[in-house]
């Protein structure tokens, strides 16, 4: 038996329609969607390792992916009856604005320590740690305006309306904060397959889940992410210029 989602209010703004088994079928057709469209791809392209292959090719796999993730929101937000506001599509206060902006700039700061302490506890963790980033740099690995806005714009529009607008608001309607903010982090964290990186992606997850739960408005969320994503961009331009 389905649950009937409640509808608790945040100011005059209720949490989403579609619930949390909705969610749950919204996660399912978001991987079933990527499997196959990767499949496909794969079959097309007769491509081997994706790292290595031509920007073209990389670029489309980072779009089909993200693509994925603002079609299932969306047709969620349709079908449910519930617009672009259950995604958290809303006016924003400014002061919102400034706070993501400093929480994602807080957040490449945490990254960089947890850095630190990998390094002492687990060398060989960070090495690898070290392996994956270098990894997801050479998938993005672009002329640097086409990088900024697949880093900068694309992922944070894909992933904040699936995963935060999405799966996180949907499992706010019957879950706690701390619970919903938790599980959607870690569904986060897990998708970017960089198991040395999850502890410091779960906190990026952790802090846009606030920032939406405080402001209900999905462009806090999008701050924080596209502020870590460039900040840390531009130290990795830094450190190897």
Known sequence: ?????????????????????????????????????TMLLAMTLDQGDVFEAPLLIRYLVVFLFQAVLIVVAIAAAVLSGGGPAALGLRRYATR??????????????????YGLLLAQLSPDGYAQMALEQEAQLRLLAAPWPLLLVAAVVLAPLG???FFRGFVYGGLRTRLGFGVASGLSAALFAVVHFMPWSVPPLFFVG???????ERHRSLAACLMVHASFNLVSLTLEWIAAA
């Open 206 to 212: 952790l802090a846009t889940a606030a920032a939406y």
């Open 1 to 37: 038996m389905m649950l009937e989602p409640t509808r608790e209010s945040h100011g005059d703004e209720a949490w989403p329609p579609w619930g949390v088994w909705g969610t749950l079928l919204g996660i399912f057709t978001a991987a079933n969607l990527w499997l196959l469209t």
């Open 96 to 113: 919102a604005i400034v706070e993501a902006v400093l929480i994602g700039v807080a957040l490449v700061g945490l990254n960089y320590l």
């Open 159 to 161: 992933e904040e309306l």
